[in-house]
């Protein structure tokens, strides 16, 4: 039944590619992220069913609550997107348009390779969060680089066909060093293991310390690219400012929980093996390092796409510091994940909408979006509270429950350079986003304005339910989901 | 058989300095391709006597996609782009070649503490896979065309690959097969976008590809 989930949108993705009829893709895509969805939350109701033991499947695909936790996310975060896509193409398809930034005129690549790439891309996320096998998983990381890659050079000019050049090497070479951790991994189990994690996990006090170490470096350097952890970020902010929204929105949402996923498998097994302190310093000290530098970078940004890509820099850093903290922290970071993903999705949706009525992706040039765009100046300013973490959105809480676990670990230092890195990007961001929103534009400019375009349902539909998501996160934790987030949490940790 | 194990290596070494050293492509594919030659047989050379006929599908899997479909992928990308050569590198050849031994060395004093670690294992084994890893590495970041890149890519994937090989006695078929089609397709998207990349811009200078910055 789980293989149904990376099945489907495979299938379905694959048939897409080869019958290039226009109406049938996006039906498809409809079908595609619907199924996927119900299939999710099958499994889901399976996995609550649950009371002894942590997880459903076999020894190469099966659900956890991590797992589940992600693929969730993803499942969530494509439906939403799918449903602007539809939208989308409507307006984009077959159509030859000019660039917004430097006003020449380009094509786009065929909508059957773009939606047939897209399901590819689902059915391989959700492999990267069903594998119960290093080597699968690292199979499918891999994967997912190449199916999405060419939906990044949907719009075929040199900036994106830039962008996609970094994102593939960077992130092959970055991949290639986790395949190397995976090969120490099976150095530290002396061979023998196949590298399931229930096995390496169960016989964790047997592996050898030194190529555990090694491996565990491996992985996160290797996957830390994907994720998008500084110093491997390079490619991350030239992928999402050029990819179209939706798909900013998944590599954002989650994509980079996915490649999370694969350092959470690796810190799970050095936790299993009682070197739970080397791992964990190890993702807070690169968590605090994405933190700052994304800091530096969004106060230094001019490009309102850019940010918000720095942005997920600075939220992949804060996972992986409430990761590697430990305890509360932990559950607070899975909560975190849960409500940055949601609050990028809509970010990056409204993002998309600015992109296209203004015609810029530079900050300074966009005034006033409250008047021009009532609905997406709402959303826009909206959505900067919540991913800075203001009150009364999700962020607040699960970054406010990171820094309760800093503080009961007795981790002072970590918890300042926390707070100074937030504190820091709040102001940065606001610097850029409340002039966008508020700000008045120049009188000839104001002129030109007059008209307001039309805010269709296709793009403000999804980009509010996901923002209805975090409020209500911010609000209202069920108990059913703390204690969801709290198991995922504590699965993390080898149990 | 440590002696043929040891040869293997020393052909690993042996093909990195030329792959430093080189500048024409087509030498750099055909060096590659040797390469690739002495990294499949490696899983057979450790096996000893025991080969089993998995072991044999996948030493024909390696030899198949790594020393043909590969160099034939970047063969037919090369006669598309119409680029004969690496011109003015960021690191000259010769230089390559010296920090190459440096790298050489370096590899054996990092492996140390692992080599003992893993006291079964051949001597030359992990400091030999891990020159080649970091001669792939070199590559990329010290040449300018995007199709020397792809081919630093693939030398480093093989680095990898030979660590792995001490293993691929024990590894799962399903995960080995795997790798290998990643990698098929790795290359084979990176083509694309080398092709694309060539229609856009007349070149494929990486350096040039200087746009998107902070």
Known sequence: MLLCIVLLPAVLGLLAMIVPAKSLGRGLLAVGSAGHLATVVFAAVALSGLKTVGWIGGTWIGLDAPGLLFLGITSVLFAAAAVYTIGYLGREAGRTVRDAEEGFLFGNEPEARFIGCMLLFLATMSLVCLSRDLGLLWVAVEATTLVSAPLITFHRHHRSLEAAWKYLLICSVGIAIALLGNFFMAYAAHGRLHLGLDSLTADAANLNPVWLRAAFLMLLVGYGTKMGLVPMHTWLPDAHSEAPSMISTLLSGALLNCAFLGILRGHGILTAAGMGDFSGNLLVFFGLLSMILAAVFIIRQTDYKRMLAYSSIEHMGILALGVGLGGLARTGAMLHALSHSLTKGMLFMCAGQLLYVYKTKTAADVRHALHRLPFTGFLWLAGFLAITGSPPFGLFLSELTILKGALATGRWAVATLYLVALGAIFIAMARIILPMVFGRPEPEAAAADITRPREALWYAAPATVLGLGTLVLGLYVPPALWEFLSRAALQIGGR | ?214
């Open chain 2, 1 to 214: 058989m440590t002696i043929w194990t040891d040869l293997l290596i020393l052909g690993l070494v042996l093909t990195n300095f030329r792959l430093l050293a080189s500048s024409r492509l087509l030498a750099l594919i055909n060096t590659m391709m040797l390469q690739a030659l002495a990294l499949s047989f490696i899983p057979l050379s450790l096996a000893g006597g025991s080969i089993s006929i998995r072991l044999l599908v996948l030493v024909g899997a390696t030899l198949a996609v790594k020393g043909g479909l590969l160099p034939w992928l970047l063969r037919r990308a090369m006669r598309e782009v119409d680029v004969q050569r690496e011109i003015e590198p960021f690191l000259g050849f010769s230089s390559s070649v010296l920090v190459g031994i440096a790298v050489l060395g370096l590899s054996f004093i990092i492996t140390r503490p692992l080599a003992e670690a893993t006291a079964s294992l051949s001597g030359f084994l992990l400091p030999g896979a891990l020159f080649t890893t970091l001669t792939g590495l070199l590559i990329i970041v010290s040449r300018r065309k995007a199709l020397t890149q792809v081919i630093g890519y693939l030398v480093m994937e093989n680095g990898v690959y030979a660590f792995g090989a001490a293993l691929a006695v024990e590894q799962p078929l399903l995960v080995e097969m795997g790798i290998l089609l990643d990698v098929f397709v790795a290359v084979f998207v990176m083509g694309i976008t080398i092709y694309q990349i060539s229609r856009e811009f007349d070149h494929i200078d990486t350096d040039r590809l200087s746009e998107l910055k902070d």
